[in-house]
């Protein structure tokens, strides 16, 4: 069997289903590896074997490195709305032959991660300072003639 390049497999799976951009898929690769080589460096082992709440991790991270307080405005483009999608981008990969599981893995190890909100939308949200009191206008004396 002749092994597609990603980008013909991602034009394949956005063919059968079109739900995400094939940038989603683009970028959910360049987060694996990301994972991946972060998990190395700590580890120091040969296994690059990402978990689904270890690879929504890096999104987190990614994302808000790479579009900033745009992340939300860049997934809603993307057909993104929360950390399942990405489980279901990394089986349609997973299907392709690009991505590999173990035995263990399955799509609900994307469920629960964490809130979107809390995620891209709290880190750039100022932070709540005590309030402080205003200063008193000074009054000024009036000389009664």
Do not use: C, N
Request: hydrophobic share 40%.
């Amino acid at each position: 069997m002749l092994k597609l390049d990603f980008a013909a497999a991602v034009d394949l799976i956005v063919e059968k289903d079109s739900r995400f951009d094939k940038d989603a898929y683009f970028f959910l690769k360049d987060v694996l590896e990301y994972t991946a080589g972060e998990g190395k460096k700590q580890r120091e082992t040969r296994s690059r074997h990402v978990t689904g709440q270890q690879l929504l991790e890096g999104v987190r991270k990614v994302a808000l490195a790479q579009f900033g307080p745009m992340v939300l405005t860049v997934f809603d483009a993307w057909g993104i709305k929360r950390g399942e999608d990405f489980g279901e981008m990394v089986y349609s990969l997973i299907g392709a032959g690009f991505f590999r599981k173990s035995p263990q893995d399955s799509p609900e190890d994307f469920s629960g991660g964490y809130s979107f909100h809390e995620a891209f939308v709290v880190p750039f949200q100022p932070s709540s300072l005590p309030a402080q009191k205003a200063p008193r206008p000074r009054r000024r004396e009036t000389k009664v003639i």
